[in-house]
T-cell receptor
Framework: DTAVSQTPKYLVTQMGNDKSIKCEQNLGHDTMYWYKQDSKKFLKIMFSYNNKELIINETVPNRFSPKSPDKAHLNLHINSLELGDSAVYFC??????????????FGPGTRLTVT | GNSVTQMEGPVTLSEEAFLTINCTYTATGYPSLFWYVQYPGEGLQLLLKATKADDKGSNKGFEATYRKETTSFHLEKGSVQVSDSAVYFCALTPMNSGYSTLTFGKGTMLLVSP
């Protein structure tokens, strides 16, 4: 069983479009994250939710809007896509107990290409 | 602020060679330290971790020791295999963080040839 899943795996779209990426975890965790990995493999936190509540928002343009319908899901909606949004987006989750020392579990990533 | 510095890659080795990937960090107090591995086309997997000074994390033949005095967490393996070819990320979570917010290094690509 996949622990953290993301859909779609690949997303190719044109500038100006709006798109969503979905993430689901079946680990029973209550904290979820979105990371962006650029073309040089650098990973940076974008958002974190705990029990459906936004707890971290790392100066991401407001064209990016995360939504957490329940603690097992964290979706990422992107409006007015730009060329610079092309990257691999990773979802992750972790339990809240034992933090900050617990590890995060990552999904397989969604490669977004904006043309 | 918190930061992680890793050696630049790619690191190119022959099978059965000894591996060291250097990692140093900047953070207040005692952060938790992690090594994640990303195989081609896949997401990140936790390789090992250490949560206090002098702890040694180990997994799959890889080891790293939390050195507070040198603020380092170098990754080592005695004999690499072709299947170890991947990108390795050193990361930390600050001690005073209420949440497991990871700060990553830039990653080091390892290429192992037969």
């Amino acid at each position: 069983d996949t622990a953290v899943s993301q859909t779609p795996k690949y997303l190719v779209t044109q500038m100006g479009n709006d798109k969503s990426i979905k993430c689901e975890q079946n680990l029973g965790h209550d904290t979820m994250y979105w990371y962006k990995q650029d073309s040089k493999k650098f990973l940076k936190i974008m958002f974190s939710y705990n029990n459906k509540e936004l707890i971290i928002n790392e100066t991401v343009p407001n064209r990016f809007s995360p939504k957490s319908p329940d603690k097992a899901h964290l979706n990422l909606h992107i409006n007015s896509l730009e060329l610079g949004d092309s990257a691999v987006y990773f979802c992750a989750s972790s339990p809240s107990t034992g933090r900050p020392r617990v590890e995060q579990y990552f999904g397989p990533g969604t490669r977004l290409t904006v043309t | 602020g918190n930061s992680v510095t890793q050696m630049e890659g790619p690191v190119t080795l022959s099978e059965e060679a000894f591996l060291t990937i250097n990692c140093t960090y900047t953070a207040t107090g005692y952060p938790s330290l992690f090594w994640y591995v990303q195989y081609p086309g896949e997401g990140l997997q936790l390789l090992l971790k250490a949560t206090k000074a002098d702890d040694k994390g180990s997994n799959k033949g890889f080891e790293a020791t939390y050195r507070k005095e040198t603020t380092s967490f170098h990754l080592e393996k005695g004999s690499v295999q072709v299947s170890d070819s991947a990108v390795y990320f050193c990361a930390l979570t600050p001690m005073n963080s209420g949440y497991s917010t990871l700060t990553f290094g830039k990653g080091t690509m390892l290429l192992v040839s037969p």
